[in-house]
């Protein structure tokens, strides 16, 4: 990733999908004690990655059109119609580790203002100088400077979908040992509702979980 951003190239569709294994070995483990195939875990040999699916990359000296990346994994200042550049990518990858700890997509939505409020629900309240910055598009999703909801929710089940969401570290930590409180920290700054606070790709490498994953 930090080579795709130092040759000024900005994903924008990152997700599952898009992140394949280099190779396709892979060794079986028995889940208990038992020659039984069925019940045997695959585990690839190698854990080298590659990304793909570059139709929607761009340049950061391009123009950008105001919609990016797939629902799922979209950030903050796309939905708020603020611009986007290379921190985009690094929300996108914030919400893939999360969704490799839990097995299950962070923010399960297709419609934008529940999607602000499941953000909020698991990061804390978006930041004022973003609301206040908001598109005319976005602006609808907020009163009084903080954003409507449960008010502007479409249904009930819109309401509960967001509620049945936890604080993040609630969320990892019960699919992750507790010691691992360096993976928290990471998360925690690849999805700052401020791009301009969120790490870099870089920065994320350097990270402490990175450093020392024991």
Known sequence: MYNMHDLRLIHTDLKPENILLVSSEFVKLPVCKTS????????????????????????????????????HYRAPEIILGLGWTYPCDIWSVGCILVELCTGEALFQTHENLEHLAMM????????????????????????????????????????????????LKNLVSRHVDSSRSSLVNLLHGLLKFDPSERLTARQALEHPFFKDPT
């Not at 190698?46 to 699916?53: H, T």
């Not at 570059?54 to 105001?66: C, P």
């Open 120 to 167: 909020e629900r698991v990061l804390g309240p978006l930041p004022e100088h973003m609301i206040r910055r908001a598109d005319r598009g976005a602006k609808k999703y907020f009163r009084r400077s903080r954003l409507n909801w449960p008010e502007g929710a479409v249904s009930r089940e819109s309401i509960r979908a967001v509620r049945k969401l936890d604080q």
């Open 36 to 71: 039984d195939e069925t019940n045997c875990r695959c585990l690839p040999k190698s854990s080298a990655i590659k990304l793909i699916d570059f139709g929607s990359t761009a340049y950061d000296n391009q123009i950008h059109s105001s919609i990016v990346s797939t629902r």
